[in-house]
């Protein structure tokens, strides 16, 4: 197992965000973790990451503990996250904003930017550009971008098709996939449940904290209670 | 020439405030507080220096790394101690902490060194350079304060838009959680800025004491005021912004005491910053980056 995340309770000073949850990602999947506003989707991928630490249970990372690992050290880890609401440096240019990304390295050769620049060609355009000037699609694309220049082993992302244009929400998707296709593990959190389950080859949904119902990816998108409560029918 | 003469002295003097309000913008800029104790860490450099030099009989030179070496270690310790448990409180505490700070650095100073003016003697001598035949002389203490001032300001501005470290102290002071997803280690980001603010300072309390030679315990405590509003009038967190906005604060505080009144020049000083405030609300160059969200 890359992951695994065993029974972790987190909370808001008094308030139990997460209620003992586990799941697990292996090397190479796509695992999506669905639920509605509130859930607790992005409160877990924050305890991952390191921004919080669980009360109880315990998350292992390519065979080391790291519940209490300070977040700043994951990253070199093999740990990326593209955090929710994208969170680039708005007064730094793009290219600055990817340089940030590779924080963790020594030295920074151009291919990895020209990978970056592979895959969103439009962040080429705007190198030099102040990056709070770009629009919303291209600061999710500068997110992933800059994510991916760590090389990271697992890569997270927090509710990437959020306030995008359908057609964006598709591109962002499908370059979703071609990180994967390239060898990179991804944990995905996701409001848009379709689109999640097309691509994960195993979900978690989570209500209230707490993990509902899991099974791969087709498995959820055929299921009554999921089209009923996340698919709108 | 007088009309020169004052320029060159406003200049100088707003050089020293540029650099006082370096540090404060730089530390504000990222750990998004208000270090009042920051004019103290000038009178303390100052201090170092005097002894090192009246006392210890050390070149000028060693006198000055002296004191940024006991300033960078006092701003390292005061942030660790004083800051770090705060930050996650309100800044309400924190502001009370640094202003707590302050008087804990005076009554310090107090303590260890007595309330009695020293007299500093200038670390560059009292030599004046003539320029027209005499007509225009200017201090060696100014020039070597301008000069100082100017290069602390380029090699700034090239540490924080070259470096990795630099780019990484601006990447925290827009958001430290982002940064940490980064593998920044903020905590020691943190005290970076304190440590470059403090040796600012310590530089800034040499060249302070060496064209005002009077030391007392409460040296910095005026000067860091002021260059606090200098910050502020250019915009607070901006690096340019402290630069002009002390260049600014020296040249009318030294025009309001030579034309207006010399008691009433800290009142101009402070009236224009009001006005600017009223207009410009960010200060002169304070950021207004067009935000998409």
């Not at chain 1, 305890?47 to 070199?76: C, Q, W």
């Not at chain 2, 990795?164 to 940064?179: I, L």
């Not at chain 2, 920044?184 to 980001?189: A, D, F, L, Q």
Request: hydrophobic share 50%; proline share 4%; net charge neutral.
């Amino acid at each position: 197992m890359m992951l695994t995340v065993e029974n972790i309770d987190v909370f808001y000073g008094a308030i139990h965000a997460i209620k003992g949850i586990s799941f697990q990602v292996d090397e190479g999947e796509i695992v999506a973790l669905i639920g509605a506003n509130g859930a607790g989707k992005s409160t877990t991928l924050k305890t991952v990451s390191g921004i919080m630490h669980p009360r109880n249970g315990k998350i292992t990372f390519l065979g080391e503990d790291i519940t209490r690992t300070d977040g700043y050290k994951l990253p070199a880890k093999g740990l990326a996250q593209v955090p929710e609401g994208r969170r680039i440096f708005l007064q730094m240019t793009v290219m600055e904003n990817l340089e940030m990304g590779a924080y963790i390295h020594k030295k920074v050769p151009q291919s990895d930017f020209d990978n970056v620049f592979e895959h969103f060609p439009r962040l080429k355009e705007r190198r030099s550009q102040i990056a709070g000037t770009l629009s919303g699609g291209e600061q999710q694309m500068l997110a992933m971008g800059r994510a991916l220049m760590s090389h990271p082993k697992l890569l997270m992302l927090d509710e990437p098709s959020m306030g995008l244009a359908p057609i964006l929400v598709e591109e962002i998707f499908k370059i979703i996939q071609e990180f994967h296709a390239a060898g990179t593990t991804i944990l995905l959190v996701e409001q848009n449940a379709e689109m999640a389950l097309q691509i994960a080859d195993r979900a978690y949904v989570l209500e209230s904290g707490a993990i509902a119902l899991s099974g791969t990816g087709a498995e959820l998108a055929a299921s009554d209670e999921i089209k009923k409560a996340y698919l709108g029918g | 020439m007088t009309f020169l003469n004052y320029v060159l002295s406003g200049i100088s003097l707003g050089s020293i405030y540029a650099i006082i309000a370096l540090g404060y913008t730089m530390v504000y800029g990222i750990a998004k507080m208000l270090n009042f104790a920051h004019g103290d860490v000038i009178m303390v450099g100052a201090y170092i220096c005097f002894f090192a030099v009246t006392r210890y009989s050390l070149p000028p030179l060693v006198g000055v790394l002296a004191a940024m070496a006991v300033c960078t270690v006092l701003g390292i310790l005061v942030e660790r101690f004083a800051y770090k448990p705060l930050r996650t409180a309100p800044s309400l505490a924190v502001l009370i902490t640094a202003i707590g700070v302050s008087y804990f650095l005076q009554n310090g100073a107090q303590l260890l060194w007595t309330p009695n003016p020293k007299v500093f003697s200038s670390v560059v001598g009292t030599g004046r350079l003539a320029l027209f035949g005499g007509q225009l002389t200017v201090s060696y203490v100014t020039i070597t304060t301008i000069v100082s001032c100017i290069v602390i300001m380029i090699a700034l501005t090239w540490f924080t838009g070259n470096t990795k470290m630099g780019k990484a102290m601006r990447a925290c002071s827009e958001d430290k959680g982002a940064a940490q997803l980064m593998g920044i280690n903020v905590n020691s980001t943190i005290s970076v800025t304190f440590a470059i603010g403090s040796a600012l300072a310590a530089i800034a309390g040499v060249l302070l004491c060496s064209a005002y030679p009077t030391l007392v315990p409460t040296t910095g405590s005026m000067p860091g005021i002021k260059a606090f509003t200098a910050a502020v009038f250019g915009g607070i967190g901006s690096i340019p912004g402290a630069f002009l906005g002390g260049l600014l604060l020296g040249v009318i505080e030294i025009f309001a005491k030579a034309y207006i009144s010399t008691q009433l020049s800290d009142a101009v000083v402070f009236a224009v910053l009001i006005v600017v405030l009223l207009v410009k609300p960010a200060g002169l160059l304070g950021k207004q980056v067009s935000e998409k969200v």
